[in-house]
């Protein structure tokens, strides 16, 4: 099995504190409905993913940190043990926040993830960040 991680930053306006609630606590109820053609429900349904599973590994709602990983599902699962993802948001100076992630790839045999792989993972994962910040913006009392 082999083992490699890579790590992201997004820096943001709006503070931790709700797009913690809104991206991890609320995930279930928001991204369905920011999302409907894409995602059908917190089980994911898309159009090359019908289905995926996740894990709650730790969740800490003080710190806004979540450890979270993808268990189950098709397209790559048949390549992959499991992906370990650890999101930090942490605040900055102006009120922001600085959004930290880790996604941690678990491969069966000798499978290597190309770059092309990685890179349509990390904007799949950015746009739904994305489209939650724009509500967020858009909606300044949701999850205050």
Request: net charge negative.
């Given at each position: ?44 349904s898309g159009s090359q993913v019908k289905f995926i599973k996740n ?90």
């Open positions: 099995m082999g083992v490699n991680s890579y790590s992201d930053e997004y820096s943001s306006t709006i503070p931790p504190a709700r797009l913690f609630k809104a991206l991890i606590l609320d995930s279930h109820n928001l991204i369905p409905k920011l999302m409907p053609l894409a995602i059908q429900s917190i089980e994911i894990r709650v590994d730790e969740l800490d709602e003080k710190n806004f940190w979540f450890k979270y990983s993808l268990i189950e599902g098709d397209g790559m699962m048949d390549k992959l043990e499991k992906i370990t993802y650890e999101v930090k948001f942490e605040s900055t100076t102006d009120g922001g926040s600085l959004n930290k992630m880790t996604s941690t790839y678990y491969t069966k045999g000798d499978f290597v993830l190309t770059e092309e792989e990685i890179k349509a993972g990390k904007e799949k994962a950015l746009g739904m960040y994305k489209v939650v910040e724009a509500y967020l913006l858009q909606n300044p009392d949701a999850y205050a």
